[in-house]
């Protein structure tokens, strides 16, 4: 097990910089996903940890060792692929520890007996004569955490393992890669364009996007108290509402409401963005009014979702969504009384994107960036 | 990160160079040092044991030539006659076959058998079925056209557009197995939908054939007709070798027949390279159609 | 069941729905095109292969079409007395050798050309590619005299080497390997596995149908070489079976040309390759269809 250390890497392809001078520690035994659009840089990270792309700039290391100019397979890691890269002629066990003698580290019988236990942990010792053409989706992905977990490497790189499962049974291995973690303890780097798996099984979650890092931080804090708005509207299904309001003496107005922003009496920054996230709007006669004053809607969308009622309200031309409470008959021109909890304003800078203000009181007391 | 760029893994030159040096060598010796060595000696004049340069004497000689002028000719007429039968009949046969949906691989195989004939053998059968005295098919041929009042000689021997003929039909025969695999194929490729929509909207089977099917395969079908001229040009030289010698008074004197004898019986071989490198400019204009169109077509799909 | 009237019944369907193309009726008259067609291509062998059993005054009978008793002293005078045995012995040994060859040296570039990084690796392919333009008649001649000064008229070697570097071959595994998913060499190289390894454990278990289509394709190719054969071989015992054919045209007994032998001659020479497709023949159509994009 392995701490990893990225200083201020850069990777370009010709003209086009896919990663722009990430900085990122790893802590040992941590499990950290990358997260990030398509395009984001995410993928070709992890490739430059596992030596299977060279880094443009800057350095490198697993373990307290420069790795940067070191062949992947001397960098003690172990990669599972999105499409699982398994051998279709070879058994899932042969899949297993085919290659692990090259480096020429292991006998045959640790090999029998490492792929022997792999197996154990991950429930296919039945499976093990099978070809994978003879096994199910979840079945294949077993094998190559199986064969990931053979090699006993300092660290997990893991590039969207789950993205080719069906939805139910991406839910359960996200789940049993969360226990799988807990008992071996390996650090593990994890890719994945999916923010709720980001945010179910990171320790830590990493927000990338154009090449550049956004935000590192506890998925909860990440969604609490995002940094900017791309990690804002990013983080969190439905999206996050943005409004652009004027902001003096800690009363953003807009041409239909004005809001108070709790302890910032003194906060004056002119035109910026107010966010606000869909389940922190909720119809008025749903509870009792945690907000000062309340706000006519006209709804335009109704989409019930079963655990609750997304509406789409317009207030002054402007689209909100608003996440109700399920069976109401609400329908399209209806009119709704809006409230918000005032303990879930994010206020953004209009041009940078930079968050200026969040309304929760937590965050004077942890500053940003530590892990709670 | 384009998709091939993460395949090239491997970053060790020697290793490279040594895994390319076999095909390297073969190509450089056996096919590069010769070809080049045509054009160098299509500029002199040889006999057994000497060359001297000549300047372009060969190809003087060669555009002078009434008779390479005649093989021009028949070459051309020779490809034409037989790119044209083969592949109409192939697409006849291909079509029957794409629209039947029983037994579908019993006809398969037994249709592009041919693939497999040698064209020695094909010329060396129809040599002998087709003898103007004792083949059992001049007879047959011989008893239909009496039953129209006609009395047929069938001396392909003596004849020269039946030896044209003759010969046209047997390198027919042999190329229809090869014609009908790509076709199969290409047929294949077309979008079920494609079909379904032509038969919802009543389009006859003939009109499907030549108004759908033909434009959607027209890459293969230019791809048949180099690869068939090809074929014509240089792999018909057995049965031609077999079945005429470029006889009756050289009506079948094609041009890879006439360089073979101009090179290895007359050992003219100065005259035989500037024929060579006639047939390369041939093959030059036809890959270059070839490529010209699959690129544009390669567009539209 | 009375086929006018089906006929009739689905040609009203027909024209109601426009479909049902795969009723038996209506294809019927593509079943009977498609029996004729196959039966007028393949009257010629069989009547070859009925006539190679036939002694020369059945023969000259012209119209018998019965199976003559000759048969088996056809064969064998063809193949012992005529050599053909002999001759179809090198052409096994050629044949074999090519293909053995053209899919080694080939797997071997197109390892290179798709999983190394070198660089005008471009140039290479399109060097390789353009071979296509240089059949053997563009270069005979001076193919020849190399031969000549190598000294390999008359020998295997003049028959086989030339043969061995394929344009082909390599564009059709080049193709394969692209479209195997780039995880796999990658997943190879984490484990410090090099090419030549790959090669044989993954690549070549990986592409055994494209490898069977490749060899039939080549292993036709070769056996039916007949023009440098000819132009290279001018001794009997190191002659191929397409050549060979050409030495039993005269044969003659009494002043009759014994065109049962000859047919017999023919249908050996027919034989190994026509097994080869029909053994072979799905790799093979896989193997074109996969050349078309």
Known sequence: MAEIQLENITKRFDDVVAVKDLNLEVKDGEFIVVVGPSGCGKSTTLRMISGLESVSEGTIRIGGVDVTGQEP???????????????PHMTAKRNMTFGMNSAGSFTDEEIEERAMSA????NITDLLDRKPGALSGGERQRVALGRAICRDPQVFLMDEPLSNLDAKLRVQMRAELAKLHDELGTTTVYVTHDQTEAMTLG????????????????PQRLYDFPENRFVAEFIGDPAMNMIAVDVADGTASHPAFTIPLPDADSLSVGSSVLGVRPEDLYLADEREATSPETFEATVSVTE????????????????FKIQAQPRRTITPGDTVELGYDPDRLHLFDRDTGEAIYHSDPAVSVTPPGVTQ | MSEQSAREVFTNNKEAVLLLLPTLLVIVVFLYWPAIDTFRLSFFQTSLTSERFAGTYNYIRLFTSGSYQNSLLVTFGFGFVVVAGSMLLSLFISFMLYEVDRFTSIYLITAIWPYALPPAVAGLVLLFLLQPDLGILTYWIRSLGAVFGLDLGLDWRTSGPLAFTVVSITAIWKQLGYNIIFMVAAMNNIPNTIDEAAQLD???????????????????????????????????????????????????????????????????????????????????????????????????G | MAKHDA??????????????????????????????????MSLPIVLAAIMSTQSVSQIYEVTNLAPGGQGVDNYTRALFEHNLFAFMINSFIMAIAIVVGKIALSLLAALALVYYDFPYKNAVFVFVLFTLMLPVPVRIVPLFELMVNLDWINTMWAITVPYLASATAVFLFRQHFMAIPASMVEAAKLDNIGGIKFLIYVLIPMSKGMI????????????NQYLWPLAVINNEENQVL??????????????????????????????????????????????FGLQQK
């Not at chain 1, 990338?208 to 590192?216: A, E, H, I």
């Not at chain 2, 890879?256 to 100065?270: P, Q, R, S, V």
């Not at chain 3, 069977?212 to 056996?223: D, F, K």
Request: charged share 15%; aromatic share 10%.
């Open chain 2, 202 to 300: 009543g389009i006859s089977r003939t009109n499907r054939l030549f108004k759908i099917y033909v434009p959607l395969m027209s890459p293969t079908l230019v791809f048949l007709v180099v690869i068939n001229t090809i074929y014509a040009f240089f792999a018909t030289f057995p049965i031609i070798d077999l079945m005429t010698s470029g006889g009756p008074g050289g009506a079948t004197n094609i041009l890879i027949y006439k360089l073979f004898i101009d090179a290895f019986e007359n050992f003219n071989l100065g005259y035989a390279a500037a024929q060579s490198l006639v047939l390369f400019l041939v093959v030059g204009v036809l890959m270059y159609i070839q490529l010209r169109v699959t690129d544009r077509y390669a567009h539209y």
């Open chain 3, 242 to 287: 397409q050549v060979g054919l050409k030495s039993l045209e005269g044969t003659a007994a009494a002043g009759q040309i014994e065109w049962g032998l000859i047919m017999s001659g023919a249908i050996i020479a027919l034989i190994p390759p026509l097994i080869v497709l029909v053994v072979l023949h799905k790799p093979l159509l896989e193997t």
């Open chain 1, 119 to 122: 197996a154990e942990i991950l």
């Open chain 1, 203 to 218: 320790d830590r979650v990493v927000v990338l996007d154009g090449g550049q890092l956004q935000q590192v931080d506890s």
């Open chain 1, 73 to 87: 397979s001397d960098r003690g890691i172990a990669m599972v692929f999105q499409n699982y890269a398994l051998y």
């Open chain 1, 304 to 319: 019930p979702l079963g655990d609750s009622l997304l509406l789409h309200g317009q207030i002054e031309g402007h689209e």
């Open chain 3, 7 to 40: 006929t009739e019944r689905d040609a009203v369907d027909q024209y109601a729905s426009g479909s049902f193309s795969d009723a038996l009726p209506d294809n019927l008259w593509m079943h009977i095109g498609l029996i004729a067609s196959i039966a007028l």
């Open chain 3, 212 to 223: 069977a289509g490749v060899g039939v394709i080549t292993y036709v190719y070769a056996w």
